[in-house]
């Protein structure tokens, strides 16, 4: 009995076989760039020029990685095809770090009380700002760049963390959204019963509702650091110096800096590999705890 049941159920179905293939050609498609960066990052340049279509590494060296840990001298970059030219690795994942940590940071803090406000407090107006902010969810983010521009120059912090930090870290419709759908999912028992005990909103915020919302708000945590580690545009308009430039830009400048004609692409894609790679470790790590806290934005 059990055996016809495993054969029915391995019985061939042209919709199962169609599903199937259009997975296969979507994990093609989606894992194939990644390869790809890896065999140009492990080629020799001068060997690239010569078989660019092979598959498989061609001329194959460490050398790529060898210069961008900075561990290779100007002759041996030369003599592998590559540039000559520099790029302070750990120096620009280091901004990376500031940047993307400190932005995550205010990004959860003041979209946690946003939300709380939205949900639990009832002041005069707060339908109509809650409905402004939906308004803010339909306005391409690219609109905002040139006053946020304005802004930050006229407050003279051009090429500084604060600048490339406090547009993004203030304010975020879609954050705010986000967990203001989860909170008012929540009991409110806990919170009347705190606060009939005497607690204060303050305290009751940091006490009960936020680490009732701890699934929400580390799933923002982690798609806030991945966005704002791969943001390139914004810190593009705001800095000029290496002293902040983030590793993003910094691989930009790597691929602009080569005084031949030929770019040195197996550094480059050595570089972009090491950038993804803390990316790769936080989805690895936490991958299926952020697949299961996404349905958190049905909650209503």
């Known amino acids: 009995m059990a055996t016809a049941t495993r054969r029915r159920r391995r019985k061939f179905s042209i919709g199962r076989t169609v599903a199937w293939g259009y997975i296969g050609i979507v994990l093609i498609v989606t894992v194939f760039p990644f390869y790809w960066i890896l065999r140009t990052s492990l080629s ?12 498989l590494p061609v001329g194959f060296t460490l050398g790529a990685f060898r210069r961008v840990l900075g561990l290779a001298t100007s002759a041996e970059a030369v003599a ?6 520099s790029i302070e690795i750990g120096h620009f994942i280091l901004n990376s ?33 809650f409905g402004i902010l939906l308004c803010a969810l339909m306005v391409p983010p690219v609109l905002t760049f040139l006053p946020n521009f304005v802004l930050v120059k006229d407050l003279g912090l051009l090429n500084t963390f604060a600048g490339m930090i406090l547009p993004v870290g203030l304010f975020s419709a879609f954050n705010i959204f986000f967990l203001r759908q989860f909170m008012l999912g929540l009991p409110q028992e806990t919170e009347e019963a705190a606060l009939i005990d005497g607690a204060g909103r303050i305290r009751v915020f940091f006490q009960v509702t936020l680490p009732a919302a701890s699934g929400p708000v580390f799933t923002l945590s982690i798609l806030s650091f991945i966005t704002q580690w791969n943001d390139y545009f914004w810190p593009l308009l705001v800095t000029s110096d290496d002293s902040v430039r983030p590793l993003t830009l910094a691989l930009a400048v790597f691929k602009q800096s080569s005084p031949q004609a030929q770019p040195d692409w ?10 993804a790679l803390p990316m790769l470790l936080l989805f690895v790590v936490f991958g299926r705890r952020i697949v299961n806290s996404i349905g958190f934005t049905g909650i209503k």
């Open 44 to 55: 020799n340049n001068f060997a690239l020029i010569a078989d660019p279509a092979s598959i």
């Open 80 to 85: 592998e095809g590559g540039s000559g030219a």
């Open 97 to 129: 770090v500031i940047y993307a940590s400190i932005s995550t940071a205010c990004i959860v803090f003041f979209s946690s009380i946003a939300a709380y406000a939205f949900s639990r407090l009832q002041w005069r107006g707060r339908e109509l700002m």
């Open 266 to 275: 197996a550094g480059l894609m050595a570089a972009t590999l090491v950038a």
